[in-house]
């Protein structure tokens, strides 16, 4: 499972690099949240998987029995998930905004603030 | 509980959720940005006291014991930083009064000062990793609304790519983060500090090293990742550009002081050599860069580059020496980098450019702000006895001591060309007659005057004092940055500090 998911974080990095790379900026903030989504889920892979075992102390039990799933990486992820939605939301507003101003979505035709 | 290293954050938290709360107000909101900011400057100096006497302070959130709470931790070099973000934000606070256009101060321009200020003074203060990334993002989105109030064409080409480079640096910490804590099993970084020479794999760690090497250099705007910097900075009003060009990238470059002293000093040799050329290319790339601009802020952004070079090189030397430059470099920097950025708006909002071709005169009608400029624009040459001398003296004897001639040989020439630099500005803004095209003189020569021109030379003559007195009076701020040092060299300080139950 582990193997699989790599796998599939190494492909999503992948793609998301190739559409920052591409000149249209709505592909570019497709790009960021292609990122931000396999940034998350790689927290939740390398901390490891563990399937059907919440974190809870059985009843009459005072610390937790057997391996169980480690919860931080639960909230991390969670915590990363609504930073990127607030700063992603910011950066779709901002490539309208662009657009609108700039009249253009093409990256290369935007470089006077460049030199 | 001990509340001094949680005030600096809290202070600018309230004041911009008081200030939100005075939407319709912009003169409560002023009255509560300078109030505000110069609370912040008190809670700021006690902070230095107390850290001072005490070597450190930490502070967990819930009073949980320290690997499983959120620590704040005040140690010398946190200190220092926080103080210099009180400094800059009344600075700044002051001078906006004059500068912000009514449009800006409408949406919300003080809100997110203040928010700006709070994520800053996270990131100084938090000893938790996973929470230094999210004061960066609580940070980043207020820069971001700041960068791009007035939405102006070159605001949206700037903000695009500074946006984007750095929600990828964003992308690039979370994922080391993850990795990181895959290793090691923590997020507390004195307790990741004590764990990572026992993971199995070294050379995994270098890996996840270089991984932070990279997010922070981004954010830092280090060689060959700084192209954002010089393409947005320049573009927002000019109160908002100074507060960035001082601690922004300030930010990043403390969060690598943090990591490449306290968890990563395991193969030293393999990282700090890679920063060291790094900063060696950072300082000439920047100063190179900047000699071929004729725009004010333009040039100053690209020094910006060029001096975050000689920070870098004080931590790439890893020796006490460089290390106490580099902090000395750091407190000598925001000051003086903020300072000749206000100067740049006063030109501006004399002259209506930045280009230097269409400014001139300001020597013949303002000799006192002509004065203003030389002070800052010298000691960022490095020409005793102002502050940049001794920062520059400090890193380039270090580098001298550590056998690294080439990178010494770079940071001097690179302080001449600084020079050289200076000099254009000082030459085309203040000295040049004023070219026949420009026809607008009224404010030039006085017979428009703005109501609240004090505002913008208060914050002018304040920094430019703080720059003399780093300068003349260098003793005290060495001796600081010593001790800051000193526990920097020592990261096992830091270590007991946190995880030894000393908190109050």
Known sequence: MATLMAYVIGLLFTASIYMMLRRSIVKLVIGLIILSNSANLLIFVVAGLTRGAPPLIPEGADQIVGAVADPLPQALVLTAIVIAFSVLAFAVVLIRRAYEVVGTDDLDKMKDTDT | ?504
């Open chain 2, 1 to 504: 509980m001990n509340l001094a290293p949680v005030l600096p954050i809290l202070i600018p938290l309230v004041a911009g959720a008081l200030s939100l709360a005075f939407w319709r107000s912009i003169r409560m909101q002023r009255v509560i940005a300078v109030a505000g900011t110069a609370l912040l400057l008190a809670a700021s100096i006690w902070l230095m006291r107390l850290t001072v006497e005490h070597g450190f302070l930490v502070v967990e959130m819930g009073s949980w014991p320290a690997p499983f709470s959120i620590v704040f931790v005040s140690d010398v070099l946190g200190a220092i930083m926080i103080l210099l973000t009180g400094i800059i934000g009344l600075a700044i606070a002051i001078y906006s009064l004059a500068s912000t256009p009514e449009g800006h101060e409408k949406f919300g321009y003080y809100p997110l000062m203040h928010l700006l200020l709070a994520g800053v003074a996270g990131a100084f203060l938090t000893g938790d990793i996973f929470n230094l990334f999210v004061w960066f993002e609580v940070m980043l989105l207020a820069s971001f609304a700041l960068l791009t109030l007035g939405g102006e064409r070159a605001q949206m080409e700037g903000a695009i790519k500074y946006v984007t480079l750095n929600l990828f640096s964003s992308a690039i910490f979370l994922s080391a983060v993850g990795l990181l804590y895959g290793m090691v099993g923590t997020l507390n970084m004195a307790d990741i500090a004590q764990k990572v020479n026992s993971v199995e794999d070294p050379g995994m760690v270098t890996v996840v090293s270089l991984l932070f090497m990279v997010s922070f250099g981004i954010k830092a705007a280090a060689f060959p990742l700084f192209f954002w910097l010089p393409a947005s900075y320049h573009t927002p009003q000019v109160a908002v550009s100074a507060l960035f060009a001082g601690l922004l990238t300030k930010v990043g470059v403390y969060a690598l002081y943090r990591v490449f002293t306290l968890i990563f000093t395991q193969d030293v040799g393999y990282t700090h050599t890679i920063l060291l050329w790094a900063a060696a290319l950072t300082m000439l790339t920047g100063v190179l860069g900047a000699a071929a601009q004729f725009e004010f802020r333009r040039i100053l952004s690209f020094h910006i580059i060029s001096q975050i070079g000689y920070m870098i090189l004080g931590l790439a030397l890893f020796t006490p020496l460089a290390l106490i430059g580099g902090v000395f470099y750091i407190m000598h920097h925001i000051i003086v980098k903020t300072n000749l950025f206000l100067v740049s708006g006063i030109t501006y909002r004399l002259l209506g450019s930045y280009e230097l071709k269409n400014l001139g005169g300001v020597y013949r009608q303002r000799p006192y702000l002509a004065l203003l400029f030389l002070i800052p624009a010298l000691s960022l040459a490095g020409i005793p006895p102002l502050s940049g001398f001794f920062a520059k003296f400090i890193v380039v004897k270090a580098s001298l001591e550590a056998s690294e001639y080439v990178v010494a040989g770079i940071a001097l020439l690179v302080g001449l060309l600084t020079l050289y630099s200076m000099i254009k500005i000082w030459a085309e803004v203040f000295w040049k007659k004023l070219p026949e095209h420009v026809t607008d003189t009224r404010r030039l020569n006085g017979e428009v005057r703005d109501k609240q021109s004090w505002a913008f030379y208060v914050p002018v003559v304040g920094l430019a004092i703080c720059t003399m007195i780093i300068g003349l009076y260098g003793q005290p701020i060495y001796v600081l940055a010593e001790t800051a040092a000193d526990q920097l060299m020592n990261p096992q300080l830091y270590i007991e500090a946190v995880l030894g139950g000393q908190s109050q």
